[in-house]
């Protein structure tokens, strides 16, 4: 139910930036004649009928960075195939199926999303026979389009919008479930993590060492509390980076960060006994920009609990942790079980958050009332408007709000205006994502203008 992703994959230099500013009627990415211009992921909200999701343009599959950056774009090319709904595979008609391709294909074989299979530069018909060849790679189906001659764009788009998963209803569905919740458990080394996973599952399913990096890779525990069942991902503890020596290293902080983006939600786990440290941070950090509900976790906390206020933790954490200033806190300690339950049911509440989901009339009214307490600033002698508002996805709850002119709205404006909506619609502990989308002329939906009228008339 979050927002659909459709990911845009293919080597270097078959028009992946050039496709992905046509779709988005935008130029976004950098298109050059140069390799390795895209390096990090660039996401763009579609909205194409009723129907929204986002679209993300990725680097080239295989190339060597002459920044010594090709760890980075890899590792940012998988985290865009992972979370993909529906795939483009980018391919080039002059120049023919090339080894690259067929490490592309290779790549998307056990990929268990839809794929198409885009033959880009197919200017015109007399190419159309040309792209056949690449039915060899056996990745989607075929379409055929040009950026560059404005060719097939509509077929394109409509095969995208048939792929796309189900989109996000205002309430659950009558006998709808709630899926299993899956808990990631992150932290650096020796911080209790496997330890707290046998607590969950009341069996010594981890290796328990106080040798630090016993956890090598992520291991799911499925265990069931008061009859609800859950799903604990323990994932390896993490070292800085100038102290990863082996493989086995890097294999674990990529796995833990896939570990967070696999998950529900995060337990971010701290020693009591030892401070901050970089790593922490850098876990932090992650987990911020991956949007996933978040609660810190302060363990061990018997060896403390007698001499040090909690509240000292608290600001601590909340001093460290600037954009993860809304998660909730917890004090545990794995060993014996204290706090673990009340943990987990605050777990449960996050998850609950992030699914939650309201009607375009509330949303309205609620922003409404915000912009009629606090006006954004003039931008260029105007100001700023906010037409109306709707939710267009859950984990995060994403919320896109149609306006006059995007750029006017001021980063501490934006932050304003999520802190109303986390606190008016019971999002007060989860993040939420926001986007700011020009008002097509077609579009006269203007609630929130008229909601302000109704103020301004009630106040006179």
Same mark, same amino acid.
Request: with cysteine; hydrophobic share 40%.
């Given at each position: 139910?979050?927002?659909?992703?459709?990911?845009?994959?293919?080597?270097?230099?078959?028009?992946?930036?050039?496709?992905?500013?046509?779709?988005?009627?935008?130029?976004?990415?950098?298109?050059?004649?140069?390799?390795?211009?895209?390096?990090?992921?660039?996401?763009?909200?579609?909205?194409?009928?009723?129907?929204?999701?986002?679209?993300?343009?990725?680097?080239?599959?295989?190339?060597?960075?002459?920044?010594? =950056?090709?760890?980075?774009?890899?590792?940012?090319?998988?985290?865009?195939?992972?979370?993909?709904?529906?795939?483009?595979?980018?391919?080039?008609?002059?120049?023919?199926?090339?080894?690259?391709?067929?490490?592309?294909?290779?790549?998307?074989?056990?990929?268990?999303?839809?794929?198409?299979?885009?033959?880009?530069?197919?200017?015109?018909?007399?190419?159309?026979?040309?792209?056949?060849?690449?039915?060899?790679?056996?990745?989607?189906?075929?379409?055929?389009?040009?950026?560059?001659?404005?060719?097939?764009?509509?077929?394109?788009?409509? =095969?995208?919008?048939?792929?796309?998963?189900?989109?996000?209803?205002?309430?659950?569905?009558?006998?709808?479930?709630?899926?299993?919740?899956?808990?990631?458990?992150?932290?650096?080394?020796?911080?209790?993590?496997?330890?707290?996973?046998?607590?969950?599952?009341?069996?010594?399913?981890?290796?328990?060492?106080?040798?630090?990096?016993?956890?090598?890779?992520?291991?799911?525990?499925?265990?069931?509390?008061?009859?609800?069942?859950?799903?604990?991902?323990?994932?390896?503890?993490?070292?800085?980076?100038?102290?990863?020596?082996?493989?086995?290293?890097?294999?674990?902080?990529?796995?833990?960060?896939?570990?967070?983006?696999?998950?529900?939600?995060?337990?971010?786990?701290?020693?009591?006994?030892?401070?901050?440290?970089?790593?922490?941070?850098?876990?932090?950090?992650?987990?911020?920009?991956?949007?996933?509900?978040?609660? =810190?976790?302060?363990?061990?906390?018997?060896?403390?609990?007698?001499?040090?206020?909690?509240?000292?933790?608290?600001?601590?954490?909340?001093?460290?942790?600037?954009?993860?200033?809304?998660?909730?806190?917890?004090?545990?300690?794995?060993?014996?079980?204290?706090?673990?339950?009340?943990?987990?049911?605050?777990?449960?509440?996050?998850?609950?958050?992030?699914?939650?989901?309201?009607?375009?009339?509330?949303?309205?009214?609620?922003?409404?009332?915000?912009?009629?307490?606090?006006?954004?600033?003039?931008?260029?002698?105007?100001?700023?408007?906010?037409?109306?508002?709707?939710?267009?996805?859950?984990?995060?709850?994403?919320?896109?709000?149609?306006?006059?002119?995007?750029?006017?709205?001021?980063?501490?404006?934006?932050?304003?205006?999520?802190?109303?909506?986390?606190?008016?619609?019971?999002?007060?502990?989860?993040?939420?994502?926001?986007?700011?989308?020009?008002?097509?002329?077609?579009?006269?939906?203007?609630?929130?203008?008229?909601?302000?009228?109704?103020?301004?008339?009630?106040?006179?």
């Amino acid at each position: 139910m979050a927002v659909p992703q459709v990911v845009i994959v293919g080597r270097p230099n078959v028009g992946k930036s050039s496709l992905f500013n046509w779709l988005a009627n935008a130029r976004l990415a950098i298109v050059d004649d140069h390799p390795g211009i895209t390096r990090d992921r660039i996401t763009h909200l579609m909205d194409v009928g009723d129907r929204y999701f986002e679209l993300v343009d990725t680097g080239g599959i295989g190339i060597h960075d002459a920044d010594n =950056l090709t760890e980075h774009i890899e590792q940012q090319i998988e985290i865009a195939i992972d979370s993909a709904d529906v795939i483009l595979f980018v391919v080039d008609v002059r120049d023919g199926i090339l080894p690259l391709d067929q490490e592309v294909a290779d790549r998307l074989r056990y990929v268990d999303v839809p794929i198409l299979c885009v033959a880009n530069k197919t200017d015109d018909e007399r190419l159309n026979s040309q792209a056949d060849e690449f039915y060899k790679l056996g990745r989607g189906k075929l379409v055929r389009v040009s950026t560059k001659q404005n060719r097939g764009k509509s077929e394109l788009m409509n =095969l995208i919008i048939d792929r796309l998963p189900p989109s996000l209803g205002t309430e659950m569905a009558v006998g709808e479930e709630e899926p299993t919740m899956r808990i990631a458990i992150v932290g650096r080394r020796n911080v209790g993590k496997s330890t707290f996973v046998n607590t969950l599952a009341k069996a010594e399913r981890m290796i328990v060492s106080e040798i630090p990096g016993t956890t090598r890779d992520s291991v799911d525990v499925h265990f069931e509390l008061d009859g609800k069942a859950f799903i604990a991902i323990d994932t390896p503890g993490l070292r800085p980076a100038k102290s990863r020596k082996t493989d086995i290293d890097f294999y674990s902080t990529h796995r833990a960060q896939r570990s967070i983006r696999r998950a529900d939600v995060v337990f971010l786990f701290f020693d009591c006994a030892q401070r901050i440290s970089k790593v922490d941070k850098q876990l932090g950090d992650y987990i911020a920009k991956q949007y996933k509900p978040c609660i =810190l976790v302060v363990n061990k906390w018997d060896l403390l609990s007698d001499t040090m206020p909690t509240e000292k933790w608290v600001r601590y954490l909340n001093d460290t942790f600037h954009a993860m200033h809304f998660a909730p806190i917890a004090f545990i300690t794995g060993m014996t079980g204290k706090n673990v339950k009340a943990l987990l049911n605050h777990g449960q509440m996050l998850y609950r958050q992030s699914r939650g989901r309201t009607a375009t009339g509330p949303l309205n009214r609620l922003l409404a009332d915000a912009i009629h307490r606090n006006l954004p600033a003039l931008y260029q002698n105007r100001r700023p408007k906010v037409y109306y508002a709707t939710q267009v996805g859950i984990q995060p709850p994403t919320i896109v709000l149609f306006c006059n002119e995007p750029l006017a709205f001021t980063k501490p404006y934006k932050r304003y205006l999520l802190g109303v909506v986390r606190e008016g619609l019971d999002f007060n502990e989860v993040p939420i994502k926001l986007y700011l989308r020009k008002r097509t002329k077609r579009d006269s939906r203007d609630e929130i203008d008229a909601e302000l009228d109704r103020m301004e008339r009630g106040h006179t």
